[in-house]
């Protein structure tokens, strides 16, 4: 079946900085891959749909500037949190596959200090 | 818009015995999916079973089934000779815009499984 291989796990950063979060398809080429965000106890919210070749869609609400989101090639989608405040801290999910199955990778937590 | 309702927040079992997740929705497609995901403490989101809504029968995997009534946008999920393994959050997902792959997850039901 289709994996998605997310990385890092966790990663902690300062105020002001940037963080990158990868996502990888490994046995299947993924022309558009999806983020998500979890806050602690809640549902998934999707972010924003990544789509190779071209620019991604933002979900209403969700600042573009502050969440890039590059699909260059048709197995990686990144998603880069930009000047990260203490706000931006949560659980983030890529997901990618067909409306077969979705497939989601292990997740990304984190956190700003 | 389209919605997806878990109305029980927690939800507890005794092992072996059965439990059913209660899941509503709405939407405006003729022809959709409609899945069941199960985040165990780890975060990672698992695929538990899937419905197409065109099929009136109802998606079985092993101890995990569906009771689906298209008619009342009904997505029930019995889970039969519950695990403890089987502790985890349960989320309902239905796609939005029918077949695409943008999914539109419940709240979500807390399970436990009490040995």
């Known amino acids: 079946g289709a994996v998605v291989s997310q990385h890092p796990s966790w990663v902690i950063c300062k105020s002001g900085t940037s963080v990158k979060i990868e996502c990888r398809s490994l046995?299947?080429?993924?022309?558009?891959m999806f983020w998500y965000r979890q806050f602690p106890k809640q549902s998934l919210m999707l972010m924003a749909t990544?789509?190779?070749?071209?620019?991604?869609?933002?979900e209403q609400g969700v600042e573009k500037d502050k969440f890039l989101i590059n699909h260059a090639s048709l197995t990686l989608s990144t998603l880069t949190v930009t000047s990260a405040h203490p706000e931006d801290s949560s659980f983030y999910i890529c997901?990618?596959?067909?409306?077969?199955?979705?497939?989601f990778g292990s997740g990304t937590r984190l956190t700003v200090v | 818009a389209q919605t997806v309702t878990q109305s029980q927040p927690e939800m507890s079992v005794q092992e072996a015995e059965t439990v059913t997740l209660s899941c509503t929705y709405d939407?405006?497609?003729?022809?959709?999916?409609l899945f069941w995901y199960k985040q165990p403490p780890s975060r990672q989101m698992i695929l538990v079973i899937r419905?197409?809504?065109?099929?009136?029968q109802n998606a079985t995997e092993n101890r995990f089934s569906v009771n689906f009534q298209k008619a009342a946008k009904s997505f029930s999920l019995k889970i039969s000779d519950s695990q403890l393994g089987d502790a985890a959050m349960y989320f309902c997902a239905c796609p939005r815009g029918g077949a695409t792959n943008k999914l539109i997850f419940g709240t979500g039901t807390l399970l436990a499984v009490q040995p």
């Open positions: 419905q197409e809504a065109y099929k009136q």
């Open positions: 939407t405006s497609e003729s022809d959709y999916y």
């Open positions: 997901s990618g596959g067909t409306a077969y199955g979705y497939t």
């Open positions: 046995d299947f080429q993924a022309t558009t």
């Open positions: 990544s789509n190779e070749g071209s620019k991604a869609t933002y």
